[in-house]
C-alpha cells in the first residue's frame, strides 16, 4: 500500500509520455532499425569472412605462381634464381616476406623484414605433408598470415617448402574499414528512415489529427458550429465522419432539451395561468352569487317606490338612477357568472353560417352597436362543426361589441373551413390595439375603457370559451387599419358529448340573480 502513489505517478508519466508518435517510434521505428542492424551485422560478418578468404586466396595465388620457378631453380641449384623468384613476388608489395627451405628444414633463401625462423623439424613435415596449407603465425611479435607450399622437382618428389606470409594488419584493417563503413551505413540509414517515417507520419497522420484535436478544441471553447474537415486517408476521413456526426448528434439533443425546457417551461407558465384563473373564476362566482340576492332586493324595492311615487320629482329621478345602476351591477355579476363557470360541454351539430347569423341578430339589439355596419362573408350554412352553439355565439358577440365599442364604423364577420377546424375572422376600421397590450388582453379584470365603462371581463370570458372547444384564438392588425381576430374552433371535439338538449341545440342561459 506504500508503493500505491509511486506506481500512479509513473503511471500518469506514462499516459503523458505514451502519444501516437511515440508509439510510431517504439512499436514501428524502432524495430525496424534493430533489424535492419541486425541484417546489417550479418551482412557485415558475410563481408568480413568474403574479404578474409579473399585476401587469403591471394596469397595463395601468389605462392602458386612463383612456386613452379623456384621449384625449378631450386632443383638446378640455383640459388640466385631463387631469390630473384621470390622478390619478384615480394614487389607487388602485398607480401609480408617469402622464404624457401629444403627438404629437410634448412632455409635456402629468405626475402623480407621479418625471418621466422621456425623449427626445422616443423617444417620438414610440413614439406613432406605435401599439402597446401595457410594459418595464422605470430612471428617475432608480428600478427602473420603463413602460406605453405611444397615444391617438387621433375619426379615429383619433394625438394622443398615455400612460405610466403602477408601481414595480419591487412586483414584486420579491412576488415575494420568494412565495420566503419557498414556502422556509418547504419546511421546514416537509420537517419534517413527515421526522417522518413516520422515525416511520413507528419503528412500522412499527424497532421490531421491535429486538425481533429483543434476542432474539439474550438467545440470545448463555445464553437459549437465548427466541423471537421473531411481531408485525410479513408480512416481519418471516417473518424472526421464520425465526429462530426457525434457533434451533430449532441448539437440536436441539445436543441431538443432546449425545446423540451422550453416547452416545459411554457406549459407551466400555462398551468399557473389556469391555476390562477380559475380561482378567480371561483371567487367571481362566490361574490357574484352573493350580489345577486341583495341587488334583486334593492332593485324591487326601488320599483315598489317608483310605483308609489306621482310625478317627475327628485325622488323619481334618484330611484330610476338607483335602477339604472343595479342594472349595470347585474351586468357585471352576468359576466361573473360566465367567467367562473366551467364548462357545460353541451355540443350540438351546427354550421358556422348559423353561429355568425344568430351572433349578428344579437348584436342589432345592442344600442352601442347601432351606428356600425356590420358586414358577413361566408357561405350559408357553411362548414359543419360541432360546438355549443350558445357558448361560441357568446364569443362572436363580445368581439363584435368590443369592436362596436372601440370606435370601429364597420365590423366585418368571415367564416370558413380550414382543414378540421372552422375559422371565423372579425376585421375592423378602428384604431386598432396596441402590441405592447396584446399579451394582456385576456387577463381577467384588464381592460383599455375608462373607469366604469368596463369591467375587464370580456375577453377573458371569451378566452375561456375558446379554450375549453380546444380552439385558438389570435389578435393581430387588420387590412382595413383596424384589429383582426381570428378564432379557431376544431370540427370534432377531442372529449364526448355531454348531455342532449332539445330544439336548435341552445341551453337556457343563466343569469346568476
Known amino acids: 500500500m506504500l508503493h500505491v502513489p509511486k506506481v500512479n505517478t509513473i503511471s500518469r508519466r506514462f499516459r503523458r509520455f505514451w502519444s501516437l508518435r511515440a508509439a510510431l517510434i517504439l512499436l514501428v521505428l524502432a524495430p525496424l532499425l534493430i533489424g535492419a542492424a541486425i541484417l546489417t551485422s550479418m551482412v557485415l560478418w558475410t563481408l568480413e569472412k568474403a574479404a578474409e578468404e579473399r585476401m587469403q586466396e591471394d596469397v595463395a595465388l601468389m605462392a602458386r605462381a612463383i612456386s613452379l620457378p623456384v621449384s625449378d631453380s631450386l632443383e638446378q641449384g640455383e640459388d640466385e634464381g631463387v631469390r630473384q623468384a621470390l622478390e619478384s613476388v615480394f614487389r607487388i608489395g602485398r607480401i609480408y616476406g617469402a622464404y624457401v627451405y629444403s627438404a629437410s628444414g634448412e632455409p635456402i633463401a629468405a626475402v623480407g623484414a621479418v625471418n621466422p625462423s621456425p ?53 584486420h584493417d579491412l576488415i575494420t574499414d568494412l565495420r566503419v563503413q557498414a556502422i556509418a551505413f547504419m546511421v546514416v540509414g537509420g537517419v534517413f528512415i ?23 478544441a474550438r467545440v470545448e471553447v463555445g464553437q459549437r458550429d465548427f466541423r471537421a474537415g473531411g481531408e485525410g486517408p479513408r480512416e481519418i476521413r471516417r ?3 464520425a465526429l462530426n456526426d457525434m457533434l451533430d448528434g449532441i448539437h440536436r439533443a441539445e436543441q431538443e432539451l432546449e425545446d423540451r425546457r422550453r416547452t416545459q417551461t411554457h406549459l407551466e407558465d400555462k398551468l399557473r395561468h ?41 325622488e323619481v329621478r334618484a330611484l330610476r338612477e338607483v335602477r339604472s345602476e343595479v342594472a349595470r351591477m347585474e351586468h357585471i355579476v352576468r359576466q361573473l357568472l360566465d367567467f367562473g363557470r366551467g364548462s357545460s360541454r353541451h355540443y350540438r351539430d351546427t354550421s358556422a353560417g348559423l353561429l355568425a347569423s344568430a351572433a349578428a341578430s344579437a348584436l342589432e339589439h345592442d344600442e352601442s352597436s347601432r351606428s356600425v355596419a356590420l358586414e358577413l362573408d361566408g357561405e350559408q350554412p ?56 396584446r399579451d394582456r388582453l385576456f387577463e381577467p379584470f384588464f381592460t383599455t375603457k375608462a373607469v ?7 375577453l377573458a370570458v371569451v378566452h375561456g370559451i375558446v379554450t375549453e372547444h380546444g380552439g385558438e384564438i389570435a389578435f393581430s392588425a387588420a387590412d382595413r387599419g ?32
Open 119 to 171: 623449427r626445422r623439424a616443423e617444417v620438414a613435415d610440413i614439406a613432406a605433408a605435401g599439402e597446401r596449407r595457410g594459418t595464422y603465425q605470430r612471428i617475432q611479435g608480428q600478427d602473420v598470415y603463413s602460406y605453405f607450399v611444397p615444391l617438387t622437382d621433375t619426379d615429383g618428389q619433394v625438394s622443398g617448402l615455400l612460405h610466403v606470409t602477408r601481414r595480419g594488419s591487412d586483414f
Open 194 to 216: 527515421s526522417v522518413l517515417v516520422l515525416l511520413g507520419h507528419r503528412l500522412a497522420i499527424g497532421r490531421h489529427f491535429e486538425r481533429l484535436m483543434e476542432t474539439m
Open 239 to 241: 473518424l472526421s465522419t
Open 274 to 314: 389556469s391555476e390562477k384563473l380559475a380561482a378567480i373564476g371561483r371567487l367571481a362566482s362566490g361574490v357574484a352569487h352573493e350580489l345577486g340576492t341583495p341587488l334583486s332586493v334593492i332593485d324591487g324595492k326601488a320599483q315598489r317606490a317608483l310605483r308609489r311615487i306621482e310625478g317627475d320629482g327628485p
Open 382 to 437: 357553411g362548414p359543419p362543426c360541432r360546438v355549443d352553439p350558445i357558448r361560441v355565439e357568446q364569443v362572436l358577440v363580445n368581439l363584435l361589441r368590443n369592436a362596436a365599442q372601440a370606435g370601429a364604423m364597420t365590423v366585418c364577420l368571415r367564416w370558413r373551413g380550414d382543414g378540421d377546424h372552422v375559422v371565423f375572422t372579425i376585421e375592423d376600421d378602428g384604431p386598432g390595439v396596441p402590441s405592447e397590450i
Open 452 to 458: 366604469g365603462e368596463g369591467t375587464g371581463l370580456g
Open 482 to 513: 383596424g384589429t383582426r381576430v381570428d378564432v379557431r374552433f376544431p370540427m370534432k371535439p377531442d372529449w364526448d358529448e355531454q348531455g342532449e338538449q332539445n330544439g336548435n341545440g341552445r341551453e337556457e342561459r343563466e343569469d346568476g340573480a
